[in-house]
């Protein structure tokens, strides 16, 4: 997340991401449903509607012990 923040310091960027935590620092998030905005806001104003989309997300994304895709390894492939 670093090297996001350093290449688009000073820069007009948009970041496309499933893990909301790339997101945290953004000026305006918009998030998409079925192809179409949704919400948008930052990020803080997001989860201040705890019925939100992105709210519901977030929860989801940061439950312990539930990782996201490719956080955990499956024990059946792990080596």
Same mark, same amino acid.
């Given at each position: 997340?670093? %090297? @996001?923040r350093?290449a688009? @310091?000073g820069?007009t960027?948009i #970041?496309?991401?499933h /893990? =909301?935590s790339?997101v945290?620092d953004a000026d305006?998030? @918009? ?6 905005? #949704?919400? /948008?806001?930052?990020h803080?104003s997001l =989860?201040? /509607?705890?019925?939100s ?6 929860n989801?994304q940061?439950q312990?012990g539930?990782? =996201? %895709?490719? &956080?955990?390894k &499956?024990?059946?492939?792990?080596a």
């Open positions: 997340m670093m %090297a @996001l350093r688009s @310091l820069r960027s #970041c496309i991401a /893990r =909301l790339t945290v305006e998030i @918009l998030v998409l449903s079925d192809g179409n905005v #949704c919400e /948008r806001g930052t803080q =989860l201040a /509607r705890p019925s989309y992105y709210s519901m997300l977030w989801q940061h312990p539930m990782g =996201l %895709a490719g &956080d955990t &499956d024990s059946k492939f792990a």
